[in-house]
């Protein structure tokens, strides 16, 4: 398995129980540890949708993911406009939102006249108009007026709230157009997990540890020279117990690499690709800082 691939069993609840944050701001889903530590970029990128849809159904509502855009002349007056296309991430259902939009040339250039009509997809809006306000709610930089068919396709990265469109033939109101914000106090809600310990016969030890538990979690060895708050240290907890040494069959013959693995708990009842899934992380970490050659497993 390679560090780039994740089990396909990876869920919130199992991202939470690591002790990750989970929450969507501004429309992007955030993965972090609760030491502020960036998260493994591929958690997010590889099982986004996935995770995305596992929250919604949880929270018990619905999000748009934009598509693709249009722009063409509307109603009896036949005003310009820019129409955004949307996909509902439960139902699958269509929906779209419209907003003023210029479809004409605003001076001479060497492509046209002033008042030409603008290629296919091309538009420009009015400097405070509904379209820039909804652009700059979505905290992507602004753009030149004239240039935003341009960059349509930074939508595509983030998720929207849904609207009740039962009676609006599936049109969405574009004022009320704006990203998804889902706290990370919901999503624990959600998931019914609590910064309260369960009760249990843990126990800490002034020893080596050999029990994980929820007021500290392992740490990575001294001789690594990992941070504290290192992916390989912080997201490991539980009632677990370290039964053996864990190697990888002299595939690192490595003294960091033998002490970052002995030092990872066994789970009584862990997945073995999750197993292989932390040990991948810890292998990225000592590529990262060049204590062993990426390429070899």
Same mark, same amino acid.
């Given at each position: ?26 429309? /992007? ?12 970029? @591929? ?23 934009? @598509? ?59 400097? /405070? ?7 700059? *709610? ?29 009676? *609006? ?5 574009? *004022? ?19 910064? *309260? ?9 002034? !020893? ?7 007021? !500290? ?9 990992? /941070? ?70």
């Amino acid at each position: 398995m390679s560090f780039n691939s994740a089990p396909g069993n990876l869920s919130v609840a199992v991202l939470l129980d690591w002790g990750y944050s989970v929450s969507i701001e501004s429309g /992007h889903l955030i993965i972090n540890p609760n030491n502020n530590m960036p998260c493994v970029k @591929h958690l997010i990128n590889s099982h986004k949708l996935k995770l995305m849809v596992e929250i919604l159904q949880k929270i018990g509502q619905d999000a748009l993911t934009f @598509h693709s855009h249009s722009a063409s002349r509307y109603g009896p007056t036949l005003a310009g406009g820019v129409t955004l296309q949307f996909t509902h991430v439960l139902t699958g259902c269509e929906a779209y939102a419209i907003f003023n939009a210029n479809l004409t040339r605003s001076r001479n250039t060497k492509n046209g006249r002033s008042g030409d009509p603008l290629p296919t997809k091309q538009f420009r809006v009015a400097k /405070h108009s509904r379209f820039c306000k909804f652009w700059a *709610s979505t905290g992507l930089p602004p753009r030149k007026l004239s240039s935003y068919y341009e960059y349509m396709g930074k939508l595509k990265a983030l998720f929207f709230e849904s609207q009740d469109i039962s009676n *609006s033939n599936d049109r969405l109101k574009s *004022s009320l157009l704006k990203p998804l914000q889902i706290s990370y106090q919901e999503v624990k809600e959600a998931f019914v997990f609590s910064d *309260s310990p369960p009760t249990s016969n843990r126990q800490c030890t002034d !020893k080596q540890p050999t029990v994980a538990t929820d007021k !500290k979690t392992l740490q990575p060895s001294k001789t690594l020279g990992l /941070h504290a708050n290192s992916a390989a240290g912080s997201i490991y907890y539980g009632n677990t117990v370290i039964r053996e040494k864990v190697t990888r069959g002299n595939v690192y013959p490595i003294n960091d690499l033998d002490n970052a693995i002995s030092s990872i708990p066994i789970y009584e009842y862990e997945d073995p690709e999750i197993r292989e899934f932390i040990i991948d992380i810890v292998l990225a970490e000592l590529e990262e800082q060049g204590s062993c050659k990426p390429g070899l497993v």
